[in-house]
């Protein structure tokens, strides 16, 4: 557990501050922060998958608690107050990736409990996606069966997006054409005009797109429907294969990507796990280059964007005039979070 403390000076007169502790469940971590107004007063990364903040912290009292919120569906694709109708959502969308609910799912069940009369807001990482055009939005499904269990592109990292354009904004270098390159433990690609979602790489859950540290990304369908016969995997046990057994370290041994390129000359595994990564990420740029009709600025961030210029040398290597304007921006979720629940 690694806890960051700094000093805060609370404002004036009779003014009231606003408290806000920010709820950030990661598929293997969880991170809380606080902020009174803007100011980030204290933040709690729990490695522990099933770790609790100390009671110190909880005794705290909130005027608002925020999670982020990962989950497929069209209600979910908003900002919401956590309510009954709220959990009654949560509840049926935990049928589509449990992998990714479950233990949201419990933090807010926790919070909850604690605090039963605090203001809870979900923020939405699929928000910033609402803005996808129809034909990027759409799966080519019956439209009956399509609308029955919406099933759509929701895309995600939308919270961390939010958060890079908001900075780029208020620095004066948010440009028109716009690709941000996401790169992590999951990863993804967006298309951003104007300011605006036009296209991303993930889709109807954080399991497609670039192959990632344990997700599979993309791949056939009729290979999922054959490989969930042949290992007779089905339901959550085979979403828990698709989102923990695959991409890198299925691959090659190991979900980290600087032990991959640790061993990239003396492990062919990981060589050909970092190539087919950086290809990936250089088809997406390319593609979506073309949907924008130009790229002004091409944007890395994430926990392998931003620290490993190893792998942003590799990607800007092979994508020509398309790498002259680059910028590796640090993502701000906890923040951007913040700025949001107080609009709520």
């Known amino acids: 557990m690694v806890l960051t403390q700094k000093k805060l000076i609370i404002g004036h007169g009779n003014d009231k501050s606003m408290k806000i502790l920010t709820v950030n469940v990661g598929s293997e971590s969880k991170k809380y922060t606080l902020f009174v107004d803007d100011k980030e007063v204290w933040n709690v990364h729990q490695e522990e998958r099933d770790g609790q903040l100390g009671e110190d912290k909880l005794s705290e009292q909130f005027d608002c608690i925020a999670f982020r919120v990962v989950a497929p569906g069209t209600y979910f694709r908003e900002h919401r107050l956590i309510g009954e109708e709220f959990f009654r959502q949560l509840t049926m969308a935990r049928e589509k990736a449990p992998l990714h609910i479950d233990r949201t799912f419990i933090e807010i069940q926790f919070f909850k409990s604690r605090f039963p009369n605090t203001k809870m807001v979900a923020i939405s990482d699929s928000a910033f996606h609402a803005t996808l055009p129809d034909h990027a939005r759409l799966y080519a499904l019956p439209l ?85 016969e042949a290992k007779d995997l089905h339901g959550e046990r085979f979403e828990e294969y698709l989102g923990n057994q695959c991409g890198f370290l299925g691959f090659a041994g190991t979900p980290s990507m600087k032990q991959l390129l640790d061993e990239e000359h003396t492990n062919e595994r990981a060589a050909q796990v970092i190539s087919m990564f950086v290809y990936q990420v250089q088809k997406y740029i390319g593609a979506y280059a073309v949907a924008l009709g130009g790229l002004d600025l091409l944007v890395f961030s994430g926990g392998i964007g931003e620290p490993s210029e190893p792998i942003r040398s590799k990607i800007l290597s092979g994508i020509g005039a398309l790498k002259e304007n680059v910028l590796v921006v640090p993502t701000d979720e906890a923040g951007e979070m913040n700025r949001i629940a107080k609009s709520i």
């Open 144 to 228: 009956d069966d399509a609308r029955k269990f919406d099933i759509e592109h929701f895309g995600y990292h939308g919270i961390s997006l939010s958060s890079i354009v908001e900075k780029l904004r208020a620095e004066g270098k948010l440009k028109d054409r716009m690709i941000v390159c996401h790169l992590g433990g999951g990863s993804s690609i967006t298309a951003i005009k104007e300011g605006k979602s036009i296209d991303t790489s993930m889709g109807f859950t954080p399991l497609s797109g670039l192959t990632m540290a344990t997700r599979v990304g993309e791949i056939d369908a009729g290979a999922l429907v054959y490989l969930s």
